[in-house]
């Protein structure tokens, strides 16, 4: 059974970070893209970072620059580190498969940016 335990998520300014991790079983994080979504209230799921088996990252627009996809093959997590938060930000964040369909989601982690 596969299963992501996000956690990292918090209350902050604009202009503040937050590094977000996940823990994975059931599948090992580099054999897969892996990647961060995010769902902000009233809006669709979308992809905001991807990381390949190999290496290679995509970013969203909005995010290029601020925020970095990493992962840990050893303790098998994957990482979200985000800069320079801004209120537009705000959304649970999920991490799961990012390409070939989604596996079930987990419970996410709540990222809140405001002055």
């Known amino acids: 059974q596969v299963q992501f335990v996000e956690s990292g998520g918090g209350s902050v300014q604009p202009g503040d970070s937050l590094r977000l991790s996940c823990v994975v079983s059931?599948?090992?994080?580099?054999?897969?893209?892996m990647g961060w979504f995010r769902q902000a209230p009233g809006k669709q799921r979308e992809l905001v970072a991807r990381?390949?088996?190999?290496?290679?990252?995509f970013y969203v627009d909005s995010v290029k620059g601020r925020f970095t996809i990493s992962r840990d093959n050893a303790k098998n997590t994957v990482s979200l580190q985000m800069n320079n938060l801004k209120p537009e930000d705000t959304a649970v964040y999920y991490c799961n498969r990012a390409v070939d369909g989604p596996y079930d989601w987990g419970q996410g982690t709540q990222v809140t940016v405001s002055a």
């Open positions: 059931g599948i090992k994080v580099n054999t897969y893209w």
């Open positions: 990381l390949s088996s190999g290496g290679t990252t």
